[in-house]
T-cell receptor
Framework: GIQVEQSPPDLILQEGANSTLRCNFS?????LQWFHQNPWGQLINLFY???GTKQNGRLSATTVATERYSLLYISSSQTTDSGVYFC?????????FGSGTKLNVKP | GAVVSQHPSRVICKSGTSVKIECRSL??????MFWYRQFPKQSLMLMAT?????????EQGVEKDKFLINHASLTLSTLTVTSAHPEDSSFYIC?????????FGQGTRLTVV
């Protein structure tokens, strides 16, 4: 299957700081999504972004499919941004998840 | 976005009993749904692909006789953990694919005592 690597594995930020999370994948994909897993385990869809750039409020994402990576930008971070961020790629209708980035935003 | 509802959200059962988890797509039809398992502090691992009207496809290493999957309609898939043991304790999540992206249920935290 496809290998999905996320970095960094852990990130501690002061409230208000910006951050960039990275997702590398090993093969061509049909779909790439970013998720935020809240403390209760719910996966919240952030972006569906197989290519290009999208923005939603303080969050934005860019996927460069030809170079097999995606970036998630979080600006002006808030304590409610804390949690685990997953990148997942879809190839032949199977989702492969990265190991996640655990973000802790301190007040 | 589309809504996938998973029930129950939390269940505790005795070792040796069976537990059924339901996954419903509320506002779209899903010919294919997926079941994942997540151990503490780990990522999600695909267990099986649930196909409406046909047998599920299991990932390597997943026991099909232990994790029974039924996809009886375009909006409902069920996962039954049979003869559960403490090592089956985990967080189970289902997903369905909308027109373009996948949507996930709330997850079920299973504890086998």
């Amino acid at each position: 299957g496809i290998q999905v690597e996320q970095s960094p594995p852990d990130l501690i930020l002061q409230e208000g700081a910006n951050s960039t999370l990275r997702c590398n994948f090993s093969d061509s994909v049909n779909n790439l999504q970013w998720f935020h897993q809240n403390p209760w385990g719910q996966l919240i869809n952030l972006f569906y972004i197989p290519s290009g750039t999208k923005q939603n409020g303080r969050l934005s994402a860019t996927t460069v499919a030809t170079e097999r990576y995606s970036l998630l930008y979080i600006s002006s971070s808030q304590t409610t941004d804390s949690g685990v961020y997953f990148c997942a790629v879809d190839n032949f209708n199977k989702f492969y998840f990265g190991s996640g980035t655990k973000l802790n935003v301190k007040p | 976005g589309a809504v996938v509802s998973q029930h129950p959200s939390r269940v505790i059962c005795k070792s040796g009993t069976s537990v059924k988890i339901e996954c419903r797509s509320l506002d779209f039809q899903a010919t294919t749904m997926f079941w994942y398992r997540q151990f503490p502090k780990q990522s999600l691992m695909l267990m099986a692909t649930s196909n409406e009207g046909s047998k599920a496809t299991y990932e390597q290493g997943v026991e099909k006789d232990k994790f029974l999957i039924n996809h009886a309609s375009l909006t409902l898939s069920t996962l039954t953990v049979t003869s559960a043991h403490p090592e089956d304790s985990s967080f189970y999540i289902c997903s369905g694919e909308g027109a373009t992206e996948a949507f996930f249920g709330q997850g079920t935290r299973l504890t086998v005592v």
